[in-house]
């Protein structure tokens, strides 16, 4: 071509550099630690990628859901970056609706913790990138157990835990024996009955997508939480979720919890909890069988299909899972801080362990869920505390209702596995599942 | 004819029952701004901390973690413009039908009611559906739209019913003294509706304010109103509550200043002596 | 000019409304005989009524009604009754009126979600709430409220939020009270109990039938309270209409089904309506 129309080719080009100069991501997400944490670090990236700015949409989780779902099936455009969580991402990625990730050499994908890389995976392509992982541990207050003259294993079984309840459960003196979560709610008291279920050795649908809920690892396992509850729980636990219990928990009035990994971090920190130092860890109960004992939670980022900004925002994810991003905040806040159940190498790190007494017990309960296999019968879904159907939201929280009836005397246990069941093949018969 | 003046029985009954009331009813609020001095171990403890040394932390983290002055500019000026909207329209309809009733005019307000009556929930897809197609997603017009279109019919039954309570002789005799429409509107009507106008703004004003269903689904990174802060703070897992209260107080408190300084215009009275 | 004034002063408030009212409402209805699953866009087609039959046949259907009745009922009585009887309190002066009204208005100025979580955690959490530790002060066994009364919980506060909103429309209402009709019967020698029937009440007629006609309209859709709270539970203690519908729509995704519900919480929303005007509606006029 001539000197001329090189001239305006360049031009062109340069024109249209400097219009896509600022890229602008629109992210959504949760608010949990380490994503207000990853808000206030955004500086950084901005530093390294001046023609890339970050717009930050942060909503309660349950909002959060709803709000991206309804972006991203109508195709609303809204968002560059999703933030969503295991339950989500093999849905999407088997529709087609999330961008393919793929980060380069050095961004060290093996390094993902395996379980919960292969949670946010589909046919062995990664759709989410993790930027906070969690399972379920037993957190006990050793104080008390010692007085009482027991010594709990590493794996502690439900009939042990059980009996150190009994031991430790003491109103009068404002100690309840064992705390657990009763909330309505697919993501909050059916995520640790699941687990309880898991454990019975029950499953939620067989391999013909009928509900199993009036089977006998679901009657033992309902039965014994509503006993266990009722004789060592506090009150109002039918009401009770995380927060909830948190609160009990570092004012001293919870023995034992089963729940989030990441509450051990709240409890032992001496500035939120009054009994930070007396906090002991252990596995996740197990009763027939330690399949499925623990669950498997991850917080990932994702890119719709039809985002404009794939590029900007595959370099974002990379930058904000990245190793350095984890060394970053170790820097910049504090290694208790960092973000994890993400990475091997955050567990290797000497700084990250003087930091977090818990976080052997934590990495050992994330490597033991395995979401593709988390019950003693098989089962056609994948999920450890869930199963991964669109239906589930809806029969996760009508069961939900049921259990925490049935927690509050409202009902028999028998009566609401009954309506449960119903609940559940009502939903999936419209489903189309069966017919 | 003068009242007993000072402190007779009856008024100090009066008063001292009036505040006890108050107190009760405010309590719970009152609590929530006390927490938002607290730490959030002091908000949780057990007995409740009523004397504690106050800390401004979690103001300074509230400003520091999320764009507080976006939100609430946008809080503002979609309640702000909403409200005056819907009053300019609402005006006219409620002075038409409480001075020109006719048959018509209860089953005309019943419709209106009943533009309401679907819940928000339920329409939610069509409307972001729309709003997409619009291209008004995350924009404050969409938001303005949709306030003023819900609390239209709120306005107009509000000041039907303030408008109802002005006798007609009043408008007459400003009529009968030769005044135009619109001088009989300015310098009647209005100054005794005032009283009237006001508590409807300030309702109106309000709901739009807290409105946090639309606020929050039409809304992304540009348009969030003071709903979207406050639904950042509560936390999965993690104490919030102090923050809350905190967030809680910073989107109430320009309310309660527009509110304290229109007490004079809310109860306004009229003036019976101008009949005669 | 005398038929076309008012016409024209009403237009743009019917027009705007018309238009915000039919759109949705078409949509909706459309939606609602089709299958329409956000999760599985492609399939959409024509099933007649099969939405509105999964909706009503809901377990929890028949619940739902009564609970969102109950709690329409329950708060548009408390908030009614307390606003006139707030309103008659701060009706004359005395020390302090300004700040006091502030104080009595300001409850509905908190985010319904916040007030929910107000009341949850601080007021009735049987173990830290503000309630149990008086109960316990006074020797009593704390209430556990959101598993024993759990729609009565729900009650308490949302009828917290709107006693403002009465309180401030019959303190308004207040103020175009013949005070000299007032002072005369005094003077007769009137009792407070026969100032109240004969010259109170009737003049606040027309606002309280105004207060009940909104709030019935707001309390019907009321969800994020539940939502936050309860979750609906225990059981479905405490599920109204307008959470099955969220269910549907923002759990499920079911747009279909949802809309079908949003048809019928309209039907219910006319019937109560049709039923309140033959009770209150002479007062409107």
Redesign the interface.
Known sequence: MNLRSAFALAFGLAVAGVSNAATELVIATVNNGHMIEMQKLTKFFEQANPDIKVKWVTLEEGVLRQRVTTDIATKGGQFDIMTIGMYETPIWGKKGWLQELKPDAAYDVDDLLPSIRQGLSVDGKLYAAPFYGESSMLMYRKDLADKAGVKLSDHPTWAQVKDLAAKIHNPQAGVYGICLRGKPGWGDNMAFLTTLVNTNGGQWFDMSWKPQLESKPWKDAINFYVDLLNKYGPPGSSANSFNEILALYNEGKCGMWVDATIAASFITDPKQSKVADKVGFAQAPVAVTPKGANWLWAWALAIPAGSKNQEAAQKFIAWATSKDYVKLVGKETGWGSVPTGTRKSTYTNPDFLKAAKFADAEKKAIDSANPNDSTLPKSPYVGVQYAAIPEFQAIGIAVGQQMSAALAGKVSVDQALKTSENAADREMKKAGYYK | MATAPGLSPALIVRTVIAWLVTLVIFFPLGWLVLTAFKTELQAISVPPQLFFTPTLDNFVEVERRSDYLLYAKNSLITSVVSTLLGLAIALPAAYSMAFFRNRWTRDLLMWMLSTKMMPAVGALVPIYVLAQTAGLLDTRTALIIVFTLSNLPIMVWMLYSHMRDIPHEILEAARMDGATLWQEFRRVLLPLAMGGLFSTGLLCLVLAWNEAFWALNLTAAKAGTLAALIASYSSPEGLFWAKLSCASLMAIAPIVVFGWFSQRQLVQGLTFGAVK | MNRF???A??A???V??FL??I???L??IY?SVIR??????GEVGFIGLENYQ?FL????FGTAIVNTLMLLASVIAITVIGGVA?AL??D?P?????L???????????????NA???????M????G?FA?VSRFLGVQ?V?W???LPLFSVILMVA?QW?P?AT??F???L??M???QL?AAR?DGATYLQQLRYLYVPHLG??IA?VI??EM??L??I??EI?T?????????S?N??FL?????????D?GV??A???L??VL??IV?IFL?RMI?KN??
């Open positions: 004034l008012p016409r002063l009403l743009p408030a019917v705007t409304l915000w009212m759109v949705p409402l949509m909706t939606f329409y699953n956000l999760m599985q866009p999964y046949t809901d377990p929890s707030l309190l701060i004359e005395f020390p302090g009126r300004a006091v009204r502030v104080l009595l208005i300001s409850p509905f100025f908190v985010m319904p979600t916040v979580l107000l009341w949850k955690h601080m007021m959490n049987p173990i830290y503000v530790q704390p556990d959101m598993t024993d917290w006693l909103f401030l429309i303190v308004t209402a103020q175009s013949n005070r000299e002072e003077m027309r606002s105004v006609m909104i309209i707001f019907m859709s969800f994020a939502y709270t309860t979750g609906g539970g225990p059981g479905d203690a599920t209409l307008a519908i969220f269910k549907q729509a923002l759990l499920n995704f747009a949802a809309s519900g949003a048809l919480a309209i929303a006319n309506a005007i509606g409107l006029d």
